[in-house]
């Protein structure tokens, strides 16, 4: 299966795509990984998703990667005597450790690291920012705030804390055993790890991990920009979720911050995923806004890597069709006459590498010589993400002998995944190349392929080799 566009599509299941049947549809229409959010999935479910999943990769041949989304803390008020209060503007309303039934003036906070953290000043967002307060008095054991806009509070609504650095950490005990499961599985290729705020809280879960799959930094809190160079280095990728992060910031902010990740991750090498509302009016309706597609062409021109779909396809009513709609809107933004040239002032300086070196050679030359495709054998994957961290015009055929790592750079943009065996010489590379560039529809007799691999054949991280070959009049063959 040939995709015709770089900029992946991660689509979330749910009970709208959870059958096998669906999951296939979803592929075929453009889905390259899917995603399997643990705040609502069973391990029961999860197990299931996966077998599906892979039932319909074995059928298209093609590596289809699995991300699995932590449930992370989730800050909730208590509840109220008659489960809700009408509040005014400019009142006093209290947050404490009194598991008292709430009223109109005072609720339960089972939280007692907010207690603590809070200091008079900060904000606190309830209900996704219907109901603003800001703190004047704290003791450790309770939160006098003042009501700043806002009029009614109800049962168990979320608390975003956007000033306020709370000293737990990203994994809760749920996502502990969430995460045991899904490394149980051994067939998971990413774990997205909700609210990080500071590098440190990506150290638990990379001890649990111990490599078996990537993790991915989900920046939603304001405190995790002020450290991100430093979390963008110690995670694997990062998701851009837009949500929570347009509940702690300003909404005018986002659109600012998401260029700024996309651009750092590019830099970096990192793969980065654009998520939330993307096309959210998908859900019930079969055609997006104007505003939408504006929105997916952002992130595509930006050059992230991915772009998610969430309630879309997991709970919408038309979750092949918004799939097919976000692969068509990448696919002409690809095709825009700016998008080269957007694409290239936004280009990162390569590091001071052979590797890196080699990658951009094999860029510059392909775009040169107008080259079918770029082959890179990698293990790895570290040689596929640098080769697309160029971001280069003609496609990238990313070879390996490790369908774990094939799976895993689903997620990354304009690598197109084959499973084979390694090379066991030099002809046989170039051989393998040409064959797999002409089986897999990019190139045809007498087309170049710039390959990239290492020397010795099979050693990881060793890139130091670059060459120009042609497809053989067989097509099975280079010369």
């Known amino acids: 299966m040939k995709r015709n566009r770089k900029v992946k599509i991660l689509a979330t299941l749910g009970p709208a795509s959870s059958e096998e049947a669906m999951i296939e549809k979803l592929h075929q229409a453009g889905a390259d990984l899917f995603r399997i959010n643990m705040s609502h999935a069973s391990h029961e479910l999860m197990r299931t998703l ?56 005072r609720v339960f906070l089972p939280h007692p690291e907010i207690l603590e953290a809070v200091k008079p000043g900060h904000r606190l967002l309830i209900d996704d ?12 054991k309770r939160i006098v705030c003042t009501v700043v806009a806002g009029t009614r509070i109800s049962d168990r609504k979320g608390v975003s804390l956007p000033d306020t650095l709370l000293g737990v950490g990203a994994l809760t005990d749920k996502d502990r055993v969430d995460l045991d499961a899904v490394l149980a599985t051994e067939d998971v290729d990413w774990v ?8 440190d809280d990506l150290a638990e879960v990379r001890k649990i991990a111990r490599g078996r799959v990537g993790v991915m930094s989900k920046i939603e809190k304001p405190q995790a920009l002020e450290r991100i160079e430093e979390i963008i280095e110690l995670s694997d990728a990062l998701m851009v979720a837009r949500g929570d992060l347009g509940v702690e910031m300003p909404l005018e902010s986002v659109p600012g911050i998401q260029k700024q990740l996309i651009r750092s991750c590019r830099r970096a ?25 504006s929105d997916v062409s952002i992130a595509v021109f930006e050059g992230a890597d991915a772009v998610m779909l ?53 860029r510059q030359i392909a775009e040169t010589l107008k ?10 994957g570290t040689t596929g993400l640098r080769a697309s ?40 590379m170039v051989n393998r190349a040409c064959r797999i560039v002409a089986n897999e529809g990019f190139g045809k007799p007498g087309d170049r392929v710039i390959i990239s691999a290492g020397v010795p054949l099979g050693t990881p991280g060793a890139t130091n080799m670059l060459r120009i070959a042609y497809i053989g009049p067989d097509g099975l063959t280079g010369i």
């Open 50 to 105: 996966i077998t599906r999943i892979r039932a319909v990769e074995a059928r298209s041949g093609r590596p289809i990667g699995i991300l699995a989304d932590l449930q992370g803390p989730k800050l909730r008020v208590g509840k109220f005597a008659e489960g809700k209060a009408d509040l005014t503007v400019g009142q006093t309303f209290t947050l404490d450790n009194d598991e008292t039934p709430g009223d109109a003036t």
């Open 129 to 140: 920012g219907k109901l603003h307060l800001t703190a004047v008095e704290c003791d450790g």
């Open 389 to 428: 961290r160029e971001r280069p015009q003609v496609p990238v055929i990313a070879l390996s002998p490790i369908v774990k790592t094939a799976r895993r750079l689903s997620v990354v943009w304009g690598l197109h995944c084959v499973v084979t065996e390694d090379a066991t010489d030099l002809d046989d």
């Open 310 to 362: 969430s309630a879309e396809s997991a709970s919408g009513s038309y979750p092949v069709e918004a799939v097919s709609m976000m692969a068509s809107i990448a696919s002409t933004v690809e095709r825009d006459i700016h998008y080269p040239g957007i694409i290239y002032a936004q280009r990162a300086q390569p590091e001071a590498t052979g590797a890196d070196t080699i990658s951009l050679a094999a």
């Open 269 to 293: 090498g990192k793969p980065v995923v654009v998520a939330t509302q993307m096309l959210e009016s998908m859900i019930s309706a079969p055609v997006p806004t104007r505003a939408e597609v």
């Open 371 to 380: 080259s079918a495709a770029i082959v890179c054998y990698t293990s790895s």
């Open 192 to 199: 997205a790890l909700s609210f990080v705020q500071r590098p």
